[in-house]
Nanobody, 123 residues
Framework: VQLQASGGGLVQAGGSLRLSCAAS????????VGWFRQPVGEEREFVAA????????IYADSVKGRFTISRDNANLVMYLQMNNLKPEDTATYYC?????????????????WGQGTQVTVSS
């Protein structure tokens, strides 16, 4: 399974970005997917996850109400809509496919990872 993330960039505080992650290879729509991020010099942290059917989502408290995760199972694409961005959102963002139909905040629950896309928010 290969994951290709895109959509990162430089934006001013208060702005928006939409990240995309396209899956290819031996994959299916039966697994949960999620987004993580890693600021420079820090550990990777959970951002959001969505169940295989899109009915259940969870978010990190720091992004709740600003970010929205979604998925398009027909095209094997997942998205992260990021609104009202803050400088503390600056990080490399990674998409990931979980080991099961629903997964949580632990990176160990994810088996495939994208290469990351950089998001930089200026103040």
């Amino acid at each position: 399974v290969q994951l290709q993330a895109s959509g990162g960039g430089l934006v001013q505080a208060g702005g928006s970005l939409r990240l995309s992650c396209a899956a290819s290879g031996r994959t299916s729509s039966n697994n949960a997917v999620g987004w993580f991020r890693q600021p420079v010099g820090e550990e990777r942290e959970f951002v959001a996850a969505i169940s295989w059917n899109g009915r259940n989502t969870i978010y990190a408290d720091s992004v709740k109400g600003r970010f929205t995760i979604s998925r398009d199972n027909a095209n094997l694409v997942m998205y992260l809509q990021m609104n009202n961005l803050k400088p503390e959102d600056t990080a490399t963002y990674y998409c990931a496919v979980a080991r099961s139909s629903f997964s949580g905040r632990d990176p160990a629950g994810y088996q495939y990872w994208g290469q990351g896309t950089q998001v930089t928010v200026s103040s």
